[in-house]
């Protein structure tokens, strides 16, 4: 199972760190990606860190305003978000393809979390 934490009510401008928990999985040897959905759009990657550290961004406008990193003594990979934007309001999942690379695609993830709220508003 996959836990996500770390949502809620942001100013614009402001910053947030989600976090992605799991009582069963040790995350160090699984490819952990971020994605983010909105009501009425489909569900889009944002970013994904490998077992080994590698990083891929999947959303441009995320690039520069958002880190991924993963603690493997807490078993927990998180994700910082900065400058947030209205547009960043979402439900954010983390996931897993099951194994130590990144899902690449919605269609890749054998595991999702059940997501955490971000609103971005004034």
């Known amino acids: 199972d996959l836990v996500e934490s770390g949502g809620g009510l942001v100013q614009p401008g402001g910053s947030l760190k989600l976090s992605c928990a799991s009582s069963?999985?040790?995350?160090?040897?699984?490819?952990i990606g971020w994605f983010r959905q909105t009501p009425g759009k489909e569900r889009e990657g944002v970013l994904c860190?490998?077992?080994?550290?590698?990083?891929?961004y999947y959303a441009d406008s995320m690039k520069g305003r958002s880190t991924i990193s993963r603690d493997d003594a807490k078993n927990m990979v998180y994700l910082q978000m900065n400058s947030l934007k209205p547009e960043d309001t979402a439900v954010y999942y983390c996931?897993?393809?099951?194994?130590?690379?990144?899902?690449?695609?919605?269609?890749?993830?054998?595991?999702w979390g059940q997501g955490t709220q971000v609103t971005v508003s004034s």
């Open positions: 860190i490998s077992s080994s550290r590698t990083i891929t």
């Open positions: 996931a897993t393809r099951g194994n130590n690379l990144c899902p690449r695609e919605i269609s890749e993830v054998d595991e």
């Open positions: 069963g999985l040790p995350l160090r040897y699984y490819g």
